[in-house]
């Protein structure tokens, strides 16, 4: 990649890094390694899309980068969070289980994940990834944050007696 083509790269990814949806990436992606397929355009291009809500369309440009490169974390979490906005939770939880997989300290991805638990009702589930959060990242970190501030509003069942 020419140094031109990475700063303009670059330069875009920290536009979008101000945007509501950039932590949906969980962060700035790493620069590729030597010899790895750079996919920092495809999504940024998917950002963009997620900062628009369309979701669709950022799938579809996410499924451009993975057949680029299958072991990207940040691809799998950006399509984890698009599955989920768009209402398709199983594949949301595919995405977002393979970006764990290939990451196992993904925080974008251990936030999301989080989210999508409560939008299944599995609140227990959302609080093993806030605790997974706190050992990565600490309670002060934002995907910590995010996901303790989604639990503390997800409405509690009353115990019947």
Known sequence: MSSIHACASLALLLALGC????????????????GQPDVSQDLAEAQRLINQKDWLG???????????DRKNADVYNLMGYSYRKSGQLDDAFDSYHT??????????????IGE??????????????????????GEGCDEYQDLAKALAAYPSTPVAK
Request: one cysteine or more; glycine letters at 6%; aromatic letters at 4%.
């Open 19 to 34: 945007a509501p949806g950039a932590q949906a990436a969980g962060g700035l992606p790493p620069a590729p390694a030597a």
């Open 58 to 68: 950022a799938l579809a440009q996410l499924k451009i980068a993975q057949r680029k």
């Open 99 to 112: 970006a764990l997989r290939l990451d196992p300290r993904h925080r974008g991805a251990h936030e999301y």
């Open 116 to 137: 999508a638990y409560l939008q299944a009702h599995q609140p227990d589930k959302a609080r093993e990834h806030l605790a997974a959060l706190r050992t990565i990242c």
